[in-house]
């Protein structure tokens, strides 16, 4: 399985970034599509996930400004980013398991990261 993230990048407080990852290789058929993001000296924490069939989970910090989709036809999931803060700069990191978790320590196939960064 390879993630391959990208749209990562600076902008100011405010703003707005989207990010896509999409997922190939040996891959399951109604996976779960998570993102999480790491900061300098923190734990990677859950940011979004949304099942195959739809709905999504979100983090409370992120809940009504960040939006997550996908394209099942192109195994590619989506995170939109608005009004970003700097508490927001972390490195992005999408993610795919079977079944649904906000725990980073139950995904096995990650992607390379994408660094997202909000200046104030």
């Known amino acids: 399985v390879q993630l391959v993230e990208s749209g990562g990048g600076l902008v100011q407080a405010g703003g707005s970034l989207r990010l896509s990852c999409t997922a190939s290789?040996?891959?399951?058929?109604?996976?779960?599509m998570g993102w999480f993001r790491q900061a300098p000296g923190k734990e990677r924490e859950f940011v979004a996930g949304?099942?195959?069939?739809?709905?999504?989970d979100y983090a409370d910090s992120v809940r009504g400004r960040f939006t997550i989709s996908r394209d099942n036809a192109k195994n590619t999931e989506y995170l939109q980013m608005n009004s970003l803060k700097p508490e927001d700069t972390a490195v992005y990191y999408c993610?795919?398991?079977?079944?649904?978790?906000?725990?980073?320590?139950?995904?096995?196939?990650w992607g390379q990261g994408t660094q997202v960064t909000v200046s104030s």
């Open positions: 949304i099942p195959y069939s739809g709905g999504a």
């Open positions: 290789g040996r891959i399951f058929s109604r996976h779960y």
């Open positions: 993610a795919v398991r079977w079944v649904p978790s906000t725990l980073a320590t139950e995904y096995v196939y």
